[in-house]
Structure formats: structure tokens, C-alpha cells
């Protein structure tokens, strides 16, 4: 294997710890195999190689309590996890894209602090783990990216694809990998080159001050590669266009031609000034001592370098500005505005605890009442530590030594997080003022909306209010066709029962949320309620009662989302959507790309 890839892996085997690792996007190919294979024929024999599977869990990782040993001893022994057993080596890590903010957060704290802390179990002890990491990602689309906190820890980011590429480049031993860490240390760097990798990752966009720090690691660890003691110009190119490239967010700025305009003007102005006054005899005497002086040896300028150009930030600017490649600044923006979107993105409802049933995550002190599951392991290694004292206690009273000793303290049950689902509760307004204005154009506007629960697997409901009552036309479902032949039939005319439709909403998502499930009211009316809550015409006392029950569903602190139907925006729906404190929004303003924004919005995952 040639080309940057190669020169990737020999600088992360030169300095494995000190770059922090690299990521490499890749789908499982041969490539990347071969590359895994380059890297570990370049490391040192005895360097230890890890890898890491996608869910494991926090003693296998950290470290933790050996409960066998524990349990023969009598006292606490540490078990070392992965981490400690890569120490000095590189751990390679499988999914990264799917790698949780909590386990990068793990993985982050080890790579800047170079330990794990062990504080679990009955034990206080921290374990030394120096290593380099290889993050593996196989995301498939923009928006399955490993952890951005992760990714700022990793030197470098490689791009590998499934099909051959043919790229020249210098092809690296493991004799001299092992010579660039033992004179590492020695290689120096001006510091002139160190201001120039700073300047050019601010000029291209770069917040984070890790990149510099790795741009100057790199520049180090490529110097050593080659056998110098002095980092030169070649070697900060290659930080350059390894380092900074592929985390460039902006092209840098183009110089102005402001500068060619004043040269225009300052020719001009001196070719209009009065010609200079012919010199003094004291300043002929100098000139002429001069001229002998250019004519003669010149003198040599002192405190200069000569081994790093002038104009050295603009040399690094245009390397890294080069290895940028096509496409990737309008990829960064796109990425950057996935990432925006909130934790629950694409779920199905609100993360709920359950202490009968869901997926386990972890266990907790306490007894097993009311069904909860006892976690024996947990419980196990609670009252490991104390089996030595407990059996001394035990032993003259009892006559026979027990094997383990469990007390009521040890208990630990497990914990279960089940994901809750959403339901939409449409409230639709078909009295006879919005049969007369937009009664289609919102069935219209709901179906839309229903597609798009549809698509997130949410159910759906439709209460209808006309007359003098709501009516629930459409229990919660996921059928989008039965959602749909249940608008198409809806009648419309009669009475408005504003204040008697907010109330049945609020009834129904109440009964949601006893189930576990998040409800998200949709209230589609012109907010001109007639009829009051006890069926009584008026419109004075039903606007009244409508605002009343609004200051109901805000105490709720339900997700409600309030759309004007009326041919232009209302008074009365702002004042009945700030009552109830839902979100806003005019149908006749509102396409259906912002409807379905809206109740994103509305529901978490915007």
C-alpha cells in the first residue's frame, strides 16, 4: 500500500500515544484489512494490539472487581479491562459511528489523562493506559458520524474506499519506524514553523486548538521517519496536508487586489511630486561609501535561517489548501447541520425507566420488590470484598463455614430504559365556519402529516369537533389508510365546541401517558370557539372557557402545536396558542415542508 495511507501509518507507529490515533471511514473491504496489516507489520513486535467490540461493557473496558479472586481472598482484586491491557499499544475499535456520547466520553478521558480510574466496585485505584486508538466507522450516509468529542482526540482521518488506488509514495520498515522513536525525542522545530501551522489552521476554519498540537506532532514525527534532527519545510507540509486538510471548514480568504490599487495610486503620487533635492555633501559622502560597499563584499545578515523560507504560512496555507479535496467543505456543512438535530432524532417517543421490562442498562442498589429482577452478579460482587469478615462473624456461631455471605445491603435489581411512543392526536375543527373557509385545505394539511407519522412509525389519532361535542373518530393507530378514509368522511358545519374539544384532547393524551406513551396534540382551528363548555351558545362565554382549558393543557405541559386555518391569521388562535403555550403556525403561510417541520419541532426532532 502507497500514498498517504501509508505515510498515516507509519507516523501513527512512530507516535502512537502522542497522536492519539487515527479514523479511518471505510467500509469492510480489503483495503482497509491490508492497511490494519501494514499498520501492525510497521509496530514493534511486543506493541500490544486490541480490538474492541461495539457494546462492551464497562468492566470489560475499565477494569472492575474479579469476583473469583475476590470471592478466594476475602479483599478486593482489580481486574484489568482493555484499556489498561493496551497500555503502550493501540486498541482498535469496531463501529465507531454507532459509539454512544457516554463511551466516547470514556475513551476521551483515557486518551488525555493516559489512565483509568477505577472507583467501582470497592475499589479506588487508577491503572496506567498510554495508548493509540483506531477508530473503524462504516457509516454509510452523512449523518452516521462517530462522536465529534471522539474525533477532535484522533490526529488523523482517512478516507479509504473498496476499489484499488494507485498512488505513488515512499513505503515505510519497521527498522525505520523503531529508528524515528529513538531519536523522536530529539528532533527540534523553529518556531517560526510553529506559528505557521497555527496560522494556517485559523485561516482554514480549525476551532480546535488540537489540531495544531497534533500538526506540530506530525511535522516531529515526520522528521524522525527520515533520520532528521531539524523539522524542514517538506516535513510541515506533510502536517500540513495530513492534519489540517481534512478538518478545513473554510477555503482560506483570497488576497485582495487593494494592494495593486495603491501601488497604481503611490505611482501616481510620485510620479506628480517635485523631484527629491540633490543631496548634501555629508549624505554624497555616504552614498558613495555605500555604493563601495555594494560593490565590494557585502556584509552578511545576522540572526537569520536559512533553512525555513520567508514566506513560510503561505507555503503551509497552499499544501493544506491543495489536500483539500472537492466536495468536502459542502459535506462539512451538510454534516454539521445532521449533527444539529436533537438526541431523539428519528425515534419513536421519549426514553422511559421501567423497573419490569425494556433494556437493561445497569443495575441499582436496592430489594427486589413489586416483580424487579435481583442482578446477582451485581449483588454478587457487592458482598465479595466482605466475605473474610462475615465468615469470622458467622463462624462461631454457626459451627460450619459458609462459602458466600449475602446480606440485605448486597442486593442490587436491574434497570430497564424502554423506549415510549408517540402518538399524534389530531384535533381537527369541522364546525361550520371552517367548513365554509379551509375544511379541505386542512384534511389536506393532515394527511401530510400522517404520512410523515407514518414514516416515524408513530400512531396517529383524530378527534373532530362540530356541533356541540368532540368526537374521537380514530382511536390511536398506525393504519395511515384508516387515518385517511376517517378525514375523507368527515362532515363539516354546525357550532364550534372549542373549550369541549381541548378538554377531550387533554383526556385522551392523559390516558396516552398512562401507557407509557408521548402525546403530541395537533390543533388545527381558526381559534373562534361559540359554544360553551356546558353546550350552551355564546361566543363571549365560550372564548372564556376555551382560554381556560388552554391554561389547563399548559399546566399539563403537554407538546401542543396550534394551526390557523382561517384565510388570514387570526387574533384569536395567537391568543388561544399563547394560552396554551403551543407553537404557532398560519396555514395560509405554511406549505407542506413546514407543516411537517413544525410538528417536528413540536415532538423533539428538529
Known sequence: ???????????????????????????????????????????????????????????????????????????PIALKGLLSQAHGGILILAMAERMSLSAAARFGNVLDTGKVALQRDGLDTSLEASLGLVALDEGANDD?????????????????????????????TAQEVLNARQCLSQVTMDEEAVKALCAAALALGID??????????????????VGSNTVEEEHIGVAARLVLAPRATRLPPQASEEPQENEAENMSSDAEAPPPEPPSPDNQNAVSEDERNSDGEQEEPQDEDPGLPENLAELVLEAAQAAIPEGLLASLKLGQKLRAKTATAGSAGALQKNALRGRPVGARKGEPRAGQRINVLETLRAAAPWQRIRQRQLAPTVGQKQRIVVRKEDFHVTRFRQLGQTTTVFVVDASGSSALNRLAEAKGAVELLLADCYVRRDSVAVLAFRGQTAELILPPTRSLARAKRSLAGLPGGGGTPLANAIDVSMRLADQLRKKGETPIVVLLTDGKGNIARDGKP????????????????????????LVDTSPQAQDAAKNLAQAMGAQYLALPYAGANTLNQAVRAVAGRS
Open 1 to 75: 500500500m502507497q500514498g498517504d495511507a501509508a505515510t498515516i501509518a507509519a507516523l501513527f507507529a512512530v507516535d502512537p500515544v502522542g497522536l492519539g490515533g487515527v479514523a479511518l471511514r471505510s467500509p469492510a473491504c480489503d483495503n482497509r484489512d491490508q492497511w490494519l496489516s501494514l499498520l501492525k507489520n510497521l509496530l514493534p513486535s511486543d506493541t500490544p494490539l486490541r480490538r474492541v467490540p461495539l457494546n462492551i461493557n464497562d468492566t470489560a473496558l475499565l477494569g472492575g472487581l474479579d469476583l473469583g479472586a475476590t470471592l478466594q481472598a476475602g479483599k
Open 538 to 561: 355564546g361566543r363571549a362565554q365560550a372564548a372564556t372557557d376555551a382560554l381556560a382549558a388552554a391554561a389547563e393543557m399548559r399546566l399539563m405541559g403537554l407538546s401542543t402545536l
Open 144 to 172: 452516521e458520524q462517530m462522536p465529534a468529542s471522539l474525533a477532535d482526540r484522533l490526529a488523523f482521518r482517512l478516507l479509504m474506499g473498496t476499489q484499488d488506488e494507485e498512488e505513488e509514495g515512499p513505503e515505510w
Open 208 to 225: 480546535s486548538l488540537r489540531a495544531s498540537v497534533f500538526a506540530v506532532r506530525v511535522a516531529r514525527a515526520a522528521a524522525a521517519l
